[in-house]
């Protein structure tokens, strides 16, 4: 599963050249790589709460689509398969239909907090939800309001990560109300032990029983 092996076409290979990068990318193409989505990959993609998906159409045109839901509602069916249950929409059905003629996809999962991309090339696989209700039940969502049109799979044909480079730290409602929370923790923190100095330094006045 090595990315840059896919991903570096001849025309690709040819501007590397010229922009003096296509000796270490060189090198990266003979790397042999993990045959399927590691720890790390399966860990990143559980946390994450939308992603982005590349088709090609008929028209000539490829198509970005982002895809958001409860976090975690992109699954692992195994280290080499994600679906999710596609919930009803615009009714546009854009993605779905060029998966019909254009099976390839390119899948972009971000974490803005901290910084980090990770790029696949997959083969899209649309499945009805008649064809496969043990996958409808695999893929199921517990306390969140969709309804299930389809089911998507991704097959990984291959992974790559892409450095933080001019990737803007943002914050989810999610991410600010935890650091709210854990300042409020610390100042009853702090307030607590400014009590129990403030105690302390009563105890230790003309009638502690100290002796100076």
């Known amino acids: 599963m ?23 990318y060189e090198q990266m193409e003979q790397m042999i790589l993990p045959d399927g ?12 709460d939308s992603f982005y998906v590349a088709s090609y159409g008929e028209n000539g045109f490829p198509y970005i689509q982002h895809r958001g839901g409860p976090k975690g509602f992109l699954k692992f069916i195994d280290t080499k398969t994600l679906g999710f249950l596609d919930f009803r929409g615009n009714k546009q059905y854009i993605t779905t239909g060029n998966v019909k003629t254009h099976n390839k996809v390119s899948l972009i999962l971000m974490d803005y907090l901290n910084r980090a991309r990770l790029k696949i090339y997959a083969e899209a696989e ?3 939800l008649a064809e496969r209700p043990d996958l409808q039940e ?14 998507f799979l ?17 914050y989810t409602l999610e991410d600010i109300a935890k ?12 307030k607590g ?3 129990s100095l403030q105690q302390k330094l009563e105890n230790c006045g003309p009638n502690s029983g100290l002796v100076n």
């Open 193 to 195: 032990e400014v009590k």
């Open 126 to 128: 649309v499945v009805s």
């Open 154 to 170: 991704f097959h990984v044909k291959a992974y790559d990560w892409n450095c933080p480079q001019h990737i803007t730290t943002r």
């Open 179 to 190: 650091m709210a929370k854990e300042r409020e923790d610390y100042i009853v923190h702090l």
């Open 37 to 48: 989505l590691s720890y790390r990959e399966m860990s990143f993609i559980k946390e994450r």
């Open 138 to 151: 695999t893929l199921q969502l517990e306390g969140y309001k969709y309804k299930a049109e389809r089911i």
């Open 2 to 24: 090595n990315y840059s092996k896919l991903a570096f076409t001849d025309a690709i290979k040819e501007i590397q050249e010229k922009e003096g990068s296509r000796k270490g």
